[in-house]
């Protein structure tokens, strides 16, 4: 029997996005299927043998060799492939000896700064990405305001933003000097802003922020703007979650 796989998954194999990204292309319109349009990110198609196309452009069938690094994400770079500014530089501009076509998992804000993960293997940016997984992330913040217990409260509790009910954070004080108050947050999800949204709730401005971790991986020593590839072992220390949908 002809194996087949889902078409965003397909998208995602071949690095063409990540599988909610691809989702959103195929929803679009923008997908076709030996020239047909399919807006359904789960219609199945063979594995092989079929012209797949994105905004009229041949998705090459083959799986490219995977390639997953850690970069050093600087403040005043966007994790999008292109930017609306010319002035504003892109995550991308810092790998460009990489022949591949990578993928962010999950972003950092232009004005944050710390570790990001890219990647050609889908799979593994579902992995990293989908909220069911629970990866946990932690950042170090300062801000300034007044820290006290009832702010820690309000940081740790379940706020509400654009209707959605955020999962709860933990958060402690590291630091506290005449520049401000440096605070770790470890969230299992990542959603647009957040940590300056809970800390302009709890009345705090934010100066910095760097995500330092990700589960085990860590930034360590590595310098801003710099990357390197994740090891077979950093790899394998993430949480197993092989249960994906094929």
């Known amino acids: 029997m002809e194996t087949k796989v889902r078409l965003q998954k397909y998208l995602a194999e071949r690095g063409v996005a990540s599988r909610r990204r691809s989702a959103d292309l195929i929803r679009q319109g923008r997908v076709s299927v030996a020239g047909t349009i399919i807006k359904e990110p789960g219609f199945r198609i063979p594995e092989s043998g079929t012209e797949v196309r994105v905004d009229g452009k041949i998705v090459e069938n083959a799986i490219p060799d995977i390639t997953t690094i850690v970069l050093y994400k600087p403040r005043g770079y966007i994790?999008?492939?292109?930017?609306?500014?010319?002035?504003?530089?892109?995550?991308?501009?810092?790998?460009?000896?990489?022949?591949?076509?990578?993928?962010?998992?999950?972003?950092?804000?232009?004005?944050?700064?710390?570790?990001?993960?890219?990647?050609?293997?889908?799979?593994?940016?579902?992995?990293?990405?989908?909220?069911?997984?629970?990866?946990?992330?932690?950042?170090?913040?300062?801000?300034?305001?007044?820290?006290?217990?009832?702010?820690?409260?309000?940081?740790?509790?379940?706020?509400?933003?654009?209707?959605?009910?955020?999962?709860?954070?933990?958060?402690?004080?590291?630091?506290?000097?005449?520049?401000g108050t440096t605070l770790e947050f470890l969230l299992t999800e990542g959603r647009n802003r957040q940590i300056r949204k809970m800390c302009a709730r709890a009345g705090l401005r934010v100066h910095m922020l760097k995500r330092i971790a990700i589960d085990n991986l860590q930034l360590g020593t590595l310098r801003p703007a710099a990357w390197r590839t994740m090891t077979r072992r950093e790899l394998n220390s993430f949480k197993d979650s092989r249960d994906v949908d094929p």
């Open 79 to 179: 994790c999008s492939r292109t930017s609306q500014s010319t002035t504003t530089p892109t995550v991308y501009s810092l790998i460009k000896s990489i022949d591949k076509q990578l993928i962010t998992a999950g972003r950092l804000d232009k004005h944050s700064e710390g570790l990001i993960i890219l990647s050609n293997d889908g799979d593994f940016i579902y992995r990293l990405t989908h909220p069911r997984y629970a990866h946990v992330k932690t950042y170090m913040v300062v801000v300034t305001g007044n820290v006290t217990s009832r702010t820690l409260n309000t940081l740790r509790s379940r706020l509400v933003f654009d209707g959605y009910r955020i999962q709860p954070a933990k958060v402690r004080i590291c630091a506290q000097g005449p520049q």
